[in-house]
T-cell receptor, first 116, second 114 residues
Framework: KAGVTQTPRYLIKTRGQQVTLSCSPI?????VSWYQQTPGQGLQFLFE???????NKGNFPGRFSGRQFSNSRSEMNVSTLELGDSALYLC???????????????FGAGSRLTVL | GQQLNQSPQSMFIQEGEDVSMNCTSS?????WLWYKQDPGEGPVLLIA?????ELTSNGRLTAQFGITRKDSFLNISASIPSDVGIYFC??????????????FGKGTKLSVKP
């Protein structure tokens, strides 16, 4: 069973640009969550999608957005990049959303974004 | 927002030593999870706990869900070099009838004693 696949693994952007990251969940997993990981803040929840609908959203500005497609693949977009957006962006999938045990997340290897 | 206090932040281990780390929260959690992250990889699930008082083992790893539902600990017995990495606790908060998304601790970094 293939794991969670994230692309690209590494990318470098400059301030003001926008970026789109992609995530393919484990086959059969319908919930996809995104986290931002930085040395200072640790893992911070961005948003969760289930059946193409955003179920929950973390405390990030509107520059951070996402979507989920009918095949459960998900993308996240960051517009007008700032230096502080440099981070490892992790995608995780789970079989269902909600309920005990639903949040046993399987993570991808992440997309490391550097903003210059 | 809610935070998990994970300690220690870092520790050095010598092969064969036992290791303990814990997480505490000011509010109740329904689920406690422990993950390990190696450099350049995403976190990998080690142990999942679902009931207060639950004690679960995975090889040399043992974790417990605190009775108050506000804490959890992870023990590693007889550590080996490949135990090096960053360990995260994660909890699923309970908001009066609904489940929240996972909240993560800041991590405990295990390194080998020089």
């Amino acid at each position: 069973k293939a794991g969670v696949t994230q692309t690209p693994r590494y990318l470098i952007k400059t301030r003001g640009q926008q970026v789109t990251l992609s995530c393919s969940p484990i086959s059969g997993h319908r919930s996809v969550s995104w986290y931002q990981q930085t040395p200072g803040q640790g893992l911070q929840f961005l948003f969760e999608y289930f059946s193409e609908t955003q179920r929950n959203k973390g405390n990030f500005p509107g520059r951070f957005s996402g979507r989920q497609f009918s095949n459960s693949r998900s993308e996240m977009n960051v517009s007008t990049l700032e230096l502080g957006d440099s981070a490892l962006y992790l995608c995780a999938s789970s079989f269902v959303a909600g309920g005990v045990g639903a949040n046993v997340l399987t993570f991808g290897a992440g997309s490391r974004l550097t903003v210059l | 927002g809610q935070q998990l206090n994970q300690s220690p932040q870092s520790m050095f281990i010598q092969e064969g030593e036992d290791v303990s780390m814990n997480c505490t929260s000011s509010s109740i959690f329904n689920t406690w999870l422990w993950y390990k992250q190696d450099p350049g990889e995403g976190p990998v699930l080690l142990i999942a706990l679902y009931k207060a008082g639950e004690l679960t083992s995975n090889g040399r790893l043992t974790a417990q869900f605190g009775i108050t539902r506000k804490d959890s600990f992870l023990n590693i017995s007889a550590s080996i070099p490949s135990d090096v990495g960053i360990y995260f606790c994660a909890g699923q908060p309970y908001y009066g009838g609904s489940q929240g998304n996972l909240i993560f601790g800041k991590g405990t970094k295990l390194s080998v004693k020089p």
